[in-house]
């Protein structure tokens, strides 16, 4: 299915180091998130790469400015989702969004039946009505 989030994962595939600009991680980012937005599962080939995707400190640089240039705190999301999240604290989303625990319905909707990533799914609204209409479109 298109919107199966990916199986739980222990570690991530990469590993680098050593860069001075968390930028540099986005061609490792890209392929760790196999090219689409780690909460709403968007594609890359549905945006403009550079335009459409960011690379998201799911620790927050304001609560964590020592992490900033940690490789294990970054993903690979769309605009909307790092807009929306901001300065939020999440879980990880690599254990927290995975096919063990969230569901995604005919209908569009997202589910789950574990605290946190039902708390996830609200504090990034990834049911909104575009969200829903978005999903079900594709």
């Known amino acids: 299915m298109i919107f199966d989030y990916p199986e739980s994962r222990g570690k991530r595939i990469h590993g680098p180091s050593g860069y001075s600009s968390y930028e540099s991680f986005r061609p490792w980012l ?81 589910s789950s039946d574990r605290i946190e990533t039902k708390r996830i799914i609200r504090q990034l609204d990834l049911n909104s009505p575009k969200l829903i209409k978005w999903r079900v479109m594709w």
């Open 30 to 110: 890209r392929d760790e998130f196999t090219f689409r937005c780690v909460y709403c599962l968007k594609r890359e080939t549905w945006g403009q790469v550079t335009g459409e995707f960011e690379l998201e400190h799911f620790e927050p640089q304001s609560l964590a400015p020592l992490n900033t240039l940690d490789y294990f705190n970054l993903v690979y999301a769309c605009r909307r989702c790092n807009l929306v999240k901001l300065d939020q604290q999440v879980d990880d989303p690599m254990t927290t969004l995975s096919l063990d625990f969230v569901s995604v319905f005919p209908d569009g909707i997202i």
